[in-house]
């Protein structure tokens, strides 16, 4: 559902994409034939992995994509949690950004995953609607 969505103006447009749930490696296959397909050098995009993450996950994922696609990790748990207590189990979500002119934005975030969209039901079928998604 995602890479019909981005179009070669978008992938030409963003750094990278991030993963965040499904097979890593899966992804990465299907992130990297997307830039080829446009016409776009892997090599010059990034993909953030960010679902579940340990040291050996991200061992496995940079051998895999190594001189394939740049590639970053958002280790949130592990990363912000290193003093030894038992990590809460809990996601943030981004739910508005705070323009210049100090307005509020509302955010959407569309996933692979039917059902796990958040945001103003309104404004999610608007994002849909403009990056073509048909559920």
Known sequence: ????????????????????????????????????????NPMFKYIIFSDAL?????????????????????????LTNDVGLKPMNIVMKLIGVQAPNKEWIPTVKLSDEHGKYTGDPKMIELAKEFLRIKD
């Open 1 to 40: 559902m995602f890479f019909p969505a981005v179009r070669q103006k978008f992938a030409k447009l963003f750094d990278g994409v991030r993963h965040d749930s499904g097979d890593a490696l899966e992804f990465a296959d299907k992130t990297i034939a997307h830039y080829q397909k446009n016409g776009i």
């Open 54 to 78: 340990n040291l050996e996950k991200v061992e496995e994922i940079t051998n895999y994509c190594r001189g394939k696609i740049g590639i970053s990790f958002g280790i949130g748990t592990n």
